[in-house]
């Protein structure tokens, strides 16, 4: 590796926690690595119907990288997650792509990884590294980019909230729910405040963000309410008839809310570098099964929208298991 660019990699490396470093590194490695596995084996050409690829499966994974390289200021990765992203994109939606397509950008993206891993490992100790992250600190990198995305959208920014925050969670769920939140912002400053701003009526408040943790009867819920022009309960209904989706499956808000989990679906006319894809609430849902939990969407009374993530105690996991 040239002097340069190991320069600049230290360069990038430097602009974000350790802890924040080494949670990326160890969740971005694993998933990198499944989707070579799923693809080690193909052959030929690649269509979405294929029964040897889950190309949904692909896209959460990468796209989860992407959000997390974001989120660490690494620029080279998130580019390169992103690269894969259009591949898969053109799967996704009928297209026919030769399977050393996909193959070559999931290399060229486990090489860039290779580069940051390698120089982080080289620069940073295991013992300079912190092992234990909390809520809070997981929460921190996460709103200086809320921060710095305002300033770019020329938005207001009006506070950003936890409340509550009693609640022990194991490293599986900080380091679940640090994912999540890679997702989640994104989908709220694009979809709540910076998409429909262009739209006649809508009057964009300062941006307000509130988490509150709850236990109740044998869960631990995690709640994140915006105050942007929540979800409009009728294009979502509009598109999902687009899609094929019955009507007998719309029969209640409840119902039409539940569709914005499934793979593939958006409501955006467009897509950006951050959302678009119909990936972020169906990679949220797979984080939260993951570990036996569940998520759900709804627009708050007050205005907005609020999305809920619920894990089970270790009082109920223990009680299941032996129930």
């Not at 509130?210 to 209904?237: F, H, M, P, Q, Y």
């Not at 569940?294 to 907005?304: E, F, L, P, T």
Request: charge should be negative; aromatic fraction near 6%; glycine fraction near 8%.
């Amino acid at each position: 590796m040239q002097q340069s660019q190991t320069l600049a990699i230290i360069s990038d490396l430097l602009n974000t926690s350790k802890q924040t470093l080494n949670s990326f590194f160890s969740e971005a490695n694993v998933r990198i690595e499944k989707v070579k596995q799923r693809i080690a084996d193909l052959h030929g050409t690649i269509e979405s119907m294929d029964p040897g690829i889950d190309i949904h499966e692909i896209f959460r994974e990468i796209h989860t990288v992407k959000g997390g390289a974001r989120i660490a200021k690494l620029g080279k990765l998130s580019h390169a997650a992103h690269e894969v992203e259009e591949v898969a994109h053109q799967i996704r939606e009928g297209g026919t792509v030769h399977k050393d397509a996909l193959i070559q950008s999931v290399d060229v993206l486990g090489e860039v990884f290779s580069l940051y891993y390698n120089v982080f490992n080289h620069v940073f100790t295991a013992s300079e590294i912190e092992t234990a992250p909390s809520l809070l600190s997981i929460l921190v990198p996460h709103q200086q980019r809320i921060l710095s995305d305002l300033h770019r959208a020329k938005l207001k920014y009006g506070g950003f909230a936890v409340e509550d925050d009693s609640i022990d969670w194991s490293e599986a769920e900080i380091r679940s729910l640090n994912e999540m939140f890679c997702h989640i912002f994104s989908n709220i400053l694009d979809h709540s405040f910076i998409i429909p701003r262009d739209k006649s009526g809508f009057i964009c408040p300062p941006v307000k963000i509130t988490i509150s943790c709850v236990r109740k009867r044998g869960w631990k819920e995690i709640r994140i309410a915006d105050n942007g022009r929540g979800i409009d309960l009728d294009s979502v209904k509009k598109r999902a008839l687009q899609r094929g989706i019955p009507l007998s499956m719309l029969t209640n808000d409840e119902a039409v809310l539940s569709i914005l989990f499934s793979d593939g679906f958006s409501t955006a006319n467009e897509v950006t570098a951050t959302s678009g894809r119909g990936v972020g609430l169906s990679a949220i849902r797979k984080l939260a099964e993951d570990l036996g939990g569940h998520a759900s969407i709804a627009n708050h009374s007050a205005g907005g929208a609020v999305l809920m993530i619920s894990f089970p105690t270790h009082e109920s996991q223990h009680a299941l298991k032996y129930a």
